[in-house]
T-cell receptor, first 114, second 115 residues
């Protein structure tokens, strides 16, 4: 158990819909990261927040957005969902902002778009 | 731009045999390098990382990796495979000059262990 929690574990929704994935980092961690893992694209970095502020952006679509709240939990919002958005979405957290800090991964949310 | 190439999407070894998972990276600046493991239906777990200093890095579960700048490689090894090592392994690279942590992952290598 990494100490990072993600809800829900599974999510099934239809195309065109909007969903919100939630992540609670390990106690004391200020950085939160979101990743998407799919069969065709592999594991891709989406976005990073540090203490409420966006710090790095990866291959995140404009239909996706994220935020980190004052209590440090984070939400990833996915809208206008397409079949290709079906994937495993991971959240990770780390103590600081630099690359030398180990990232602890949550168990993931499996999103299925039908 | 940084990238990682993992050679072999699937590696199968016998229990007790040497494990060798290959990773080559591309980076215009000194890299940080990582190996992560993903067990079925779980998130990723850090096995080991190279930042600076000693080029031979020891990690958890008996794994180690050697940073070879001249070969731009960071191969993962374990002297003797156990059945419990069966998992997906990801090599990753990040930018030492970045003020944020953007890790680029390889496509992964699935390790199978034969009894």
């Amino acid at each position: 158990d990494s100490g990072v929690t993600q809800t829900p574990k599974h999510l099934i929704t239809a195309t065109g819909q909007r969903v919100t994935l939630r992540c609670s980092p390990r106690s004391g961690d200020l950085s939160v990261y979101w990743y998407q893992q799919s069969l065709d694209q592999g594991l891709q970095f989406l976005i990073q927040y540090y203490n409420g502020e966006e710090r790095a952006k990866g291959n995140i679509l404009e239909r996706f957005s994220a935020q980190q709240f004052p209590d440090l939990h984070s939400e990833l919002n996915l809208s206008s969902l397409e079949l290709g958005d079906s994937a495993l979405y991971f959240c990770a957290s780390s103590v600081g902002i630099a690359d030398t800090y180990e990232q602890y991964f949550g168990p993931g949310t499996r999103l299925t778009v039908t | 731009a940084q990238s990682v190439t993992q050679l072999g999407s699937h590696v199968s070894v016998s229990e007790g045999a040497l494990v060798l998972l290959r990773c080559n990276y591309s980076s215009s600046v000194p890299p940080y390098l990582f190996w992560y493991v993903q067990y079925p239906n779980q998130g990723l777990q850090l096995l080991l990382k190279y930042t600076t200093g000693a080029t031979l890095v020891k990690g958890i579960n008996g794994f180690e990796a050697e940073f070879k700048k001249s070969e731009t490689s960071f191969h993962l090894t374990k002297p003797s495979a156990h059945m419990s090592d069966a998992a997906e392994y990801f090599c990753a690279v990040s930018d030492t000059y970045s003020s944020a942590s953007k890790i680029i992952f390889g496509s992964g290598t699935r390790l199978s262990i034969r009894p």
